[in-house]
């Protein structure tokens, strides 16, 4: 074995290919026909969309288990431990279990060089393989069509919503992105539109791949009550739903989409109406706007790190009794931290400047002096996650602030879930 711990095999890994990013298929595809490769025999649903997609991911795979499937969900990225992108019946696969099934793809690969996100696709396609599972729940890393999630063919594919991000790669408008992201969709079987805005170019793939297009609001749609909810697909009605256990209005949107798929699943994957209750109430995702009340201070989590999500964040934050909201931002150099701020500013009454720790991240810097630029209220800097948290508590002791939110990154709320030491399941 070329390495006998996991950290090491991914230290290897980010060194590898020479692009952190290199979408394709080509040499996915080499590698996998090498490993003799076949389809799985079970149902495969595969998510993309800019905003919702891990969201929608969990609510399928805590509703499947539910139901008594012995499920497998592919994730990404992790907040906290790389074990997290790969789960095999709810429970994060081993290092032992990445080890082996980096060693067989690094045996087969011979000399083709894949990225980081490839090695880590490929080993989750190893491992569900020799897991007897039920249903494969594969969420896309980036984009779609080049994604390597999309070299598995997806029964039932998802588009959980479009917006602009990773412009550099899956284009400058909605239509192309949305064009890259339904790019999962195949001939034959359901393609799901979960927003109620969709780009021209999802139908047009639609038709051009033969893929059946549902939408919501049009082919199945859901009410939110105060208390619960309601959804509907052709002659298929359940009333009185629990709420998902993910906070927000828009996960009711992320589980109408979850249960439109399973619906056109249920010949070869039947749910009953207390499975579906069961997992909407157990369904556990860390850093989707977690609230952790410490010594009378609410802190809200999130890794709202693009405009559309930081849409739906400040949604989220008007429906919060009001407090006194210091937030902390810490963003990748590629996002559009500006339209971020503004959309945010009338919820946020004090801002920090917080650098990430990757090559990718918007300087610390550079955020500072945009912060500045747009208006709002600046109280500092820091190059370390954990000096911010430290810096805001202080803060809150001294009866400045009553919330604070940390927000822009997956890599500024792992380690604030590290400092506060929260359970996984947590809110």
Same mark, same amino acid.
């Given at each position: 074995?070329?390495?006998?711990?996991?950290?090491?095999?991914?230290?290897?890994?980010?060194?590898?290919?020479?692009?952190?990013?290199?979408?394709?298929?080509?040499?996915?595809?080499?590698?996998?026909?090498?490993?003799?490769?076949?389809?799985?025999?079970?149902?495969?649903? /595969?998510?993309? &969309? /800019?905003?919702?997609?891990?969201?929608?991911?969990?609510?399928?795979?805590?509703?499947?288990?539910?139901?008594?499937?012995?499920?497998?969900?592919?994730?990404? $990225?992790?907040?906290?431990?790389?074990?997290?992108?790969?789960?095999?019946?709810?429970?994060?696969?081993?290092?032992?279990?990445?080890?082996?099934?980096?060693?067989?793809?690094?045996?087969?690969?011979?000399?083709?060089?894949? /990225?980081?996100?490839?090695?880590?696709?490929?080993?989750?396609?190893?491992?569900? %393989?020799?897991?007897?599972?039920?249903?494969?729940?594969?969420?896309?890393?980036?984009?779609?069509? !080049?994604?390597?999630?999309?070299?598995?063919?997806?029964?039932?594919?998802?588009?959980?919503?479009?917006?602009?991000?990773? /412009?550099?790669?899956?284009?400058?408008?909605?239509?192309?992105?949305?064009?890259?992201?339904?790019?999962?969709?195949?001939? &034959?079987?359901?393609?799901?539109? &979960?927003?109620?805005?969709?780009?021209?170019?999802?139908?047009?793939?639609?038709?051009?791949?033969?893929?059946?297009?549902?939408?919501?609001?049009?082919?199945?749609?859901?009410?939110?009550?105060?208390?619960?909810?309601?959804?509907?697909?052709?002659?298929?009605?359940?009333?009185?739903? $629990?709420?998902?256990?993910?906070? +927000?209005?828009?996960?009711?949107?992320?589980?109408?989409?979850?249960?439109?798929?399973?619906?056109?699943?249920?010949?070869?994957? $039947?749910?009953?109406?207390?499975?579906?209750?069961?997992?909407?109430?157990?369904?556990?995702?860390? +850093?989707?706007?977690?609230?952790?009340?410490?010594?009378?201070?609410?802190?809200?989590?999130?890794?709202?790190?693009? %405009?559309?999500?930081?849409?739906?964040?400040?949604?989220?934050?008007?429906?919060?009794?009001?407090?006194?909201?210091?937030?902390?931002? &810490?963003?990748?150099?590629?996002?559009?931290?500006?339209?971020?701020?503004?959309?945010?500013?009338?919820?946020?009454?004090?801002?920090?400047?917080?650098?990430?720790?990757? $090559?990718?991240?918007?300087?610390?810097?550079?955020? !500072?002096?945009?912060?500045?630029?747009?208006?709002?209220?600046?109280?500092?800097?820091?190059?370390?996650?954990?000096? %911010?948290?430290?810096?805001?508590?202080?803060?809150?002791?001294?009866?400045?602030?009553?919330?604070?939110?940390?927000?822009?990154?997956?890599?500024?709320?792992?380690?604030?879930?590290?400092?506060?030491?929260?359970?996984?399941?947590?809110?």
């Amino acid at each position: 074995m070329r390495f006998e711990h996991l950290s090491d095999w991914l230290r290897w890994q980010e060194g590898l290919h020479p692009s952190t990013i290199d979408l394709g298929l080509d040499r996915l595809r080499a590698v996998m026909q090498r490993l003799d490769w076949q389809a799985p025999r079970c149902p495969v649903i /595969t998510i993309a &969309g /800019t905003k919702g997609k891990g969201s929608c991911a969990a609510i399928l795979d805590s509703m499947l288990r539910a139901g008594g499937y012995r499920t497998g969900l592919f994730s990404s $990225p992790h907040l906290r431990r790389y074990n997290e992108r790969i789960h095999i019946a709810g429970k994060e696969v081993s290092d032992a279990t990445l080890c082996a099934a980096f060693e067989r793809i690094d045996a087969a690969r011979g000399d083709i060089s894949l /990225t980081y996100f490839e090695f880590n696709a490929l080993a989750a396609f190893v491992c569900f %393989a020799a897991a007897d599972l039920d249903v494969w729940v594969l969420e896309v890393g980036l984009g779609g069509r !080049l994604d390597a999630a999309n070299a598995i063919d997806a029964d039932v594919a998802i588009v959980t919503s479009i917006g602009l991000d990773h /412009t550099e790669w899956l284009g400058n408008d909605l239509d192309s992105i949305g064009r890259e992201k339904a790019g999962i969709c195949r001939a &034959g079987r359901p393609l799901l539109f &979960g927003s109620m805005e969709m780009p021209v170019s999802i139908e047009q793939v639609a038709k051009q791949t033969g893929a059946q297009l549902l939408r919501a609001g049009r082919d199945f749609s859901h009410r939110q009550h105060e208390q619960s909810w309601s959804w509907q697909m052709g002659q298929q009605r359940f009333d009185d739903l $629990p709420l998902p256990a993910l906070a +927000g209005a828009v996960q009711v949107a992320n589980a109408s989409c979850a249960l439109a798929a399973l619906q056109l699943l249920q010949a070869r994957l $039947p749910m009953t109406r207390a499975a579906i209750t069961t997992g909407l109430r157990n369904v556990h995702l860390d +850093g989707r706007f977690q609230r952790i009340e410490i010594a009378g201070v609410q802190w809200v989590l999130d890794v709202a790190h693009n %405009a559309l999500s930081a849409a739906v964040l400040a949604e989220q934050l008007v429906c919060l009794p009001p407090r006194r909201t210091l937030a902390l931002f &810490g963003v990748m150099a590629d996002k559009d931290a500006m339209s971020m701020v503004e959309l945010l500013r009338d919820q946020i009454d004090g801002w920090w400047a917080v650098g990430l720790d990757s $090559p990718r991240a918007l300087p610390v810097a550079q955020l !500072l002096m945009r912060l500045q630029s747009s208006g709002v209220s600046v109280l500092g800097s820091s190059n370390d996650t954990r000096a %911010a948290l430290a810096a805001a508590q202080a803060k809150c002791a001294a009866g400045e602030y009553q919330r604070v939110l940390v927000f822009g990154s997956f890599l500024i709320v792992a380690p604030a879930l590290d400092y506060f030491d929260v359970s996984l399941h947590s809110k």
